[in-house]
């Protein structure tokens, strides 16, 4: 009977899968980028590789979900940790947040002129809660 409830215990343990999402406010796009065998080594203490999201999410990043599937986890367990695959998705986002609070600066401005903006950039951007861009031809 202790034999089977050992069992039991280590194959709820072992079972359960590795899940990480990171969000970042943007909204989401259909576009996904997919690793499915990310390669980690030594239970996960040499990372994978970066994933290049860069050039193909030209709006940015609106969510990155790293997990260990059923099948990275077996392959593991086969590996005796030694190999660590895990799964990794990027979401690319729909687009840049729009917004209508930009400020220009003239190129013959002078250096406190350009301080001044700023400050009244900054001093906006505080009161509305939005960003606010600055433009610096």
């Excluded at 990794?88 to 220009?104: H, P, Q, R, Y």
Aim: some cysteine; proline content about 4%.
């Amino acid at each position: 009977m202790k034999s089977k409830v050992l069992l039991l215990a280590m194959t709820v343990m072992l079972g359960a899968c590795y899940h990480v999402t990171v969000e970042t406010g943007l909204a989401p796009s259909n576009q996904v980028v997919s690793t499915l065998w990310a390669h980690g080594f030594v239970y996960g203490l040499v990372p994978p590789s970066t994933v290049d999201a860069a050039s193909k999410c030209k709006n940015g990043v609106a969510r990155v979900e790293t997990q260990q599937s059923f099948l990275n986890w077996f392959v593991m367990i086969l590996t005796y940790g030694l190999y660590t695959p895990v799964q990794i998705d990027v979401t690319c986002a729909e687009g840049a947040k729009k917004t209508s609070l930009n400020t220009v600066i003239p190129k013959d401005q002078t250096e406190g002129a350009v301080v001044d903006a700023v400050n009244r950039a900054v001093a906006l951007s505080i009161a509305t809660g939005e960003a606010v861009f600055i433009e610096m031809p």
